[in-house]
C-alpha cells in the first residue's frame, strides 16, 4: 500500500540551528511534492513545490531536496526561529491533478 | 494573496442533525475546490474533488450521500454533513485552486471544527 510517512511526530530544536524534516514514501510516484506549514488550529499554507526532475529547491530560510532512488525528501529551515514553530506538512501529487496525499506531518517547535 | 473562507469556524451540534459547511475563495476564481478532514494529530484525508458545475468526485469510503459536496460557482462551494454522528466529529478543511494543473498553488482555508455530541 501508499505511505507516506514523516521522520518523527515532534522535533525540538535551539533557535539558530538548522532543522531538517524528512518525508518518506513507498509504492508512490509522484510527480511533484509539496511542503506546508499548519499551525494549531489553521489550514495548510503552501510553502514550496519540488518536481520529479528537480533535485534541489530554495526559498529564502527554506531548503527542500527530492530524491526519487531514495524516496525522500528533505526540507531545512536554516537559523531556525521561535515563529518557525508549526506542523509541517509534506504532500505527494502524481500529477493527474486531483490526487494529492499527505503525511501526518512533523510538529516543529523551535526553543529561544 | 489568495484567500480562502470557511464558515462557520466551529460547530457544534446534535446527533442526528445536519452541518453545512460554506467554503469561498475570496480574489479568485476557483477552477477546483476539494474537501479534506483531518484527526488530531493525523495527515488531512481528502474526502472529495469538485469542479464547478459538475458533482464531486470522492475519495474511496466516503459516502456520497452522507457528505454532500455543492460546487454551484467558481467562488462558493459547500459541504453537507447529513444526519451527523459523534464519529463524524473532525477538523474540515476545504482548498481551493485557480487553475486545473497540479502545479497551481492550493490555497487552504482556516478550516471547521465539527464536534457532534
Known amino acids: 500500500s501508499q505511505k507516506i510517512e514523516q521522520n518523527s511526530e515532534a522535533l525540538n530544536i535551539q533557535e539558530g540551528k538548522t532543522a531538517t524534516l524528512t518525508c518518506n514514501y513507498t509504492?508512490?510516484?509522484?510527480?511533484?511534492l509539496q511542503w506546508y506549514r499548519q499551525d494549531p488550529g489553521r489550514g495548510p499554507v503552501f510553502l514550496l513545490l519540488i518536481r520529479e526532475n528537480e533535485k534541489e529547491k530554495r526559498k529564502e530560510r527554506l531548503k527542500v531536496t527530492f530524491d526519487t532512488t531514495l524516496k525522500q525528501s528533505l526540507f531545512h529551515i536554516t537559523a531556525s526561529q521561535p515563529a518557525d514553530s508549526a506542523t509541517y506538512l509534506c504532500?505527494?501529487?502524481?500529477?493527474?491533478?486531483?490526487?494529492?496525499?499527505f503525511g501526518a506531518g512533523t510538529r516543529l517547535t523551535v526553543k529561544p | 494573496g489568495a484567500v480562502v473562507s470557511q464558515h462557520p469556524s466551529r460547530v457544534i451540534c446534535k446527533s442526528g442533525t445536519s452541518v453545512k459547511i460554506e467554503c469561498r475563495s475570496l480574489?479568485?476564481?476557483?477552477?477546483?475546490m476539494f474537501w479534506y478532514r483531518q484527526f488530531p494529530k493525523q495527515s488531512l484525508m481528502l474526502m472529495a474533488t469538485?469542479?464547478?458545475?459538475?458533482?464531486?468526485?470522492?475519495e474511496q469510503g466516503v459516502e456520497k450521500d452522507k457528505f454532500l459536496i455543492n460546487h454551484a460557482s467558481l467562488t462558493l462551494s459547500t459541504l453537507t454533513v447529513t444526519s451527523a454522528h459523534p464519529e463524524d466529529s473532525s477538523f474540515y478543511i476545504c482548498?481551493?485552486?485557480?487553475?486545473?494543473?497540479?502545479?497551481?498553488?492550493?490555497?487552504f482555508g482556516p478550516g471547521t471544527r465539527l464536534t457532534v455530541l
Open positions: 482548498s481551493a485552486r485557480k487553475g486545473t494543473s497540479s502545479t497551481d498553488t492550493q490555497y
Open positions: 480574489d479568485f476564481q476557483a477552477t477546483t
Open positions: 469538485s469542479n464547478e458545475g459538475s458533482k464531486a468526485t470522492y
Open positions: 504532500a505527494l501529487d502524481r500529477g493527474n491533478n486531483n490526487d494529492m496525499r
Open positions: 509504492n508512490y510516484s509522484p510527480a511533484y
